[in-house]
């Protein structure tokens, strides 16, 4: 790199964290209010409500017009989060009138989540290099109880949330607060996510990108590729 890493901003579902495994959210969900599916029945649900939207999971490909301005307004409004991820959920035929909002709450709860194996020693060494490091997401809820959870919080240094600073990625605003709660100039700040579109907006602020794509949760995320740009 022809500058020297100061920081590194991290991008939290999909890069740093995954919600964990679907059949899990919908066995805890179903627990919840009190429902028992079997086994068939419970992977062919799991399937169509990950499609349909899950927090945290891959995008929708389509969302109900009736749902565009609470779903567009998801990261910056945690009653607009909710509203639009509850009413992601209810447009799958659901087995109990309270599943869509038990599912909704798993994705808040901590133990909906898990980090990849390789977040926690990476964060950990950039820390001892003395590059610091943030999470920057996209989010409408307070995400730190799960990144406490998983093992990831100790080792960051700020935690940058859409609907605290008022602005989601790509909105170079996000960005900017970033690299202020880091006291890192772009120029020598990294960010680090899966999505070009979002994440690759830091590009204009002239802070480089590195664009991992998603991996299962559970399975290593290559986040080794960092500590190679940070010591280039």
């Not at 980090?115 to 995400?143: K, Q, W």
């Not at 994440?199 to 995320?221: F, K, N, Q, V």
């Amino acid at each position: 790199m022809s500058e020297p890493l100061q920081a590194v901003l991290f991008d939290v579902a999909g890069t740093l964290t995954m919600p964990a495994e679907r059949s899990g959210w919908l066995s805890r969900a179903a627990a919840a209010v009190g429902l028992t599916l079997g086994a068939d029945e419970a992977s062919a649900l799991g399937e169509e409500l990950e499609a349909a939207g899950r927090p945290g999971g891959p995008y929708p490909a389509t969302v109900p017009p009736e749902l565009a301005a609470a779903y567009a307004g998801r990261d910056l409004d945690p009653a607009a989060h909710r509203a639009a991820y509850v009413g992601l959920l209810s447009t799958v035929v659901l087995p109990h009138p309270r599943l869509a909002e038990a599912l909704y709450e798993d994705g808040l709860d901590p133990a909906g989540w898990t980090a990849y194996p390789d977040a926690a020693p990476v964060l950990a060494s950039l820390r001892a290099r003395g590059i610091r490091t943030a999470a920057v997401s996209n989010v409408g809820f307070d995400i730190r109880p799960a990144l406490a959870a998983v093992g990831v919080l100790e080792h960051l240094d700020a935690c940058v949330l859409s609907y605290e600073v008022g602005a989601a990625k790509p909105d170079p605003a996000i960005f900017r607060a970033a690299c202020a709660a880091l006291d890192s100039p772009p120029h020598a700040t990294l960010m680090v996510g899966d999505h070009p579109s979002a994440d690759g907006g830091a590009t204009a602020l002239g802070i480089r990108t590195l664009l991992l794509p998603m991996s299962r949760a559970g399975e290593p995320h290559g986040l080794d590729a960092v500590l190679a740009l940070a010591t280039s």
